[in-house]
């Protein structure tokens, strides 16, 4: 297939462009600079210079392609509406990125949650989290205008990326703190436990939602789950450092922004994939955050 990939050069897509051109997929990714599509076409990728906010070139490239995926954005609206709007009647695949964010609570580190979500389970979003789910619900629905429309919901993702940005965003940001003070901290108490996948496990189910989906199928991706408090315990012992401490949560928003420390680092998001494992057969090849922490995150 010919495949428009937007984020080509972040964390998520970048290893989503590597695994489909292993498949034999071109890909042609979406690039706002030239030192960036230098880089992509280095790694295979064909450059198209732009952003999210030129829906005509988003709808012309969606036309030519024979299937879209879109990992820049999880919260673009108007980016998704073009990219449905130029697929609608084609049967063409459209995969969208979502976060199991919008599952997330307010626990600030605090407890950890005894909810866990399959795809039969209904989504309550937060009010920050209700645009997100929106956009999520417009891509399953848009099965009902003839587009190939999936959703993957993405867990917490660990791992080293294969492409031009290598660094998720969860456990990376907790290793910058630890290296810069010296002590590993998770957001409160740590108590709160996400769910998780290891990048290349990741970019796997897109290989396969991408071949055999139905149209309309929404998918959590995941394969474990741990808490931040063993999260940062992990990062303590790879990096010889002490027992780790509380981080207030003030003190986190003040440093990590609200967004961050709030919800990707001091929520519970726990979900259970178990959709992409009996429609599309995904068997995950990782199974623990804590042992890739320990034995395999780069420390230099």
Not at 15 to 33: E, N, T
Not at 72 to 78: C, E, G, L, N, T
Not at 161 to 169: I, M
Not at 209 to 227: C, K
Request: overall charge negative.
């Amino acid at each position: 297939m010919n495949v428009f990939l937007t984020g080509a050069t972040g964390f998520i897509g970048g290893a989503i462009a590597h695994r489909l051109m292993q498949s034999g997929h071109r890909v042609r990714g979406l690039v706002r600079s030239p030192e960036k599509a230098a880089g992509l076409q280095a790694l295979g990728v064909e450059p198209v210079p732009g952003d999210l906010s030129d829906t005509v070139l988003l709808a012309r490239e969606a036309k030519a392609a024979d299937a879209v995926v879109n990992a820049a954005s999880s919260d673009d609206r108007p980016a998704v509406e073009a990219f449905l709007d130029a697929l609608a009647g084609s049967g063409k695949p459209f995969l969208h990125t979502s976060g199991t964010s919008v599952v997330a609570d307010d626990a600030r580190g605090g407890w950890a949650s005894d909810r866990i979500h399959d795809e039969d389970t209904p989504i309550e979003p937060l009010p920050d989290k209700a645009a997100r789910a929106a956009i999520d619900r417009l891509v399953v629905d848009a099965a009902g205008r003839g587009v190939r429309s999936i959703v993957l919901c993405n867990s917490l993702i660990y791992g080293t990326g294969p492409g031009l940005h290598a660094d998720s965003v969860q456990i990376p940001a907790l290793v910058a703190q630890a290296r810069k003070t010296g002590v590993a901290r998770p957001v409160g108490h740590g108590r709160n436990v996400w769910s998780n996948v290891h990048v290349d496990d990741m970019a796997e189910l897109y290989a396969l939602a991408l071949e055999h989906a139905p149209a309309g199928a929404f998918y959590y991706v995941e394969n474990g789950e741990a808490s931040f408090a063993e999260a940062a315990a992990a990062i303590a012992r790879r990096l010889g450092l002490g027992a780790p401490q509380p981080w207030p949560v003030e003190d986190a928003i003040a440093e990590l922004g609200f967004a961050q420390a709030v919800y990707s680092l001091g929520s519970n998001s726990r979900v259970r994939g178990r959709r992409a494992r009996a429609e599309l057969g995904w068997t995950p090849r990782h199974g623990s955050l804590i042992d890739w922490i320990e034995r395999e995150m780069p420390v230099e």
